[in-house]
């Protein structure tokens, strides 16, 4: 079975918001979301180790929210006042320790298949 499974992307005009959800199966230390648009590499957005708060990338500080239901073991990522430049697939990702000192792709075990976010000007 999928480790991660993401839903809520689609398409809203410049300015708009969207919150993305990542239905998780099991526990990690390091729990992700990436992104990556079309013709460039997988970039990270956002991260947080287990006890810890949030880290976000520049671009998407301040408008960007990584949040977890421990409850329903749920991620989110709500993303507020979005650009024509945060269109891409979006992916959430989980491993151990390691992959939240790194942020490397490479270091993160397990991923979900993507979901897309179109934003239009």
């Known amino acids: 079975r999928a480790q991660l499974m993401e839903s809520g992307g689609g398409s809203v005009q410049a300015g708009g918001s969207l919150t993305l959800s990542c239905a998780t199966f099991g526990v990690y230390d390091c729990m992700g979301w990436f992104r990556q648009a079309p013709g460039k590499e997988r970039e990270w957005v956002t991260a947080?180790?287990?006890?810890?708060?949030?880290t976000y990338d520049g671009s998407v500080k301040g408008r960007f929210t990584f949040s977890q239901d421990n409850t329903n073991n749920r991620l989110y990522l709500r993303m507020n006042n979005l650009k024509p430049d945060d269109t891409a697939m979006y992916y959430c990702?989980?491993?151990?320790?390691?992959?939240?000192?790194?942020?490397?792709?490479?270091?993160?075990?397990?991923w979900g298949q993507g979901t897309k976010v179109t934003v239009s000007s």
């Open positions: 947080i180790h287990v006890g810890d708060k949030p």
């Open positions: 990702a989980a491993g151990g320790s390691v992959a939240c000192f790194s942020l490397r792709p490479i270091d993160f075990a397990y």
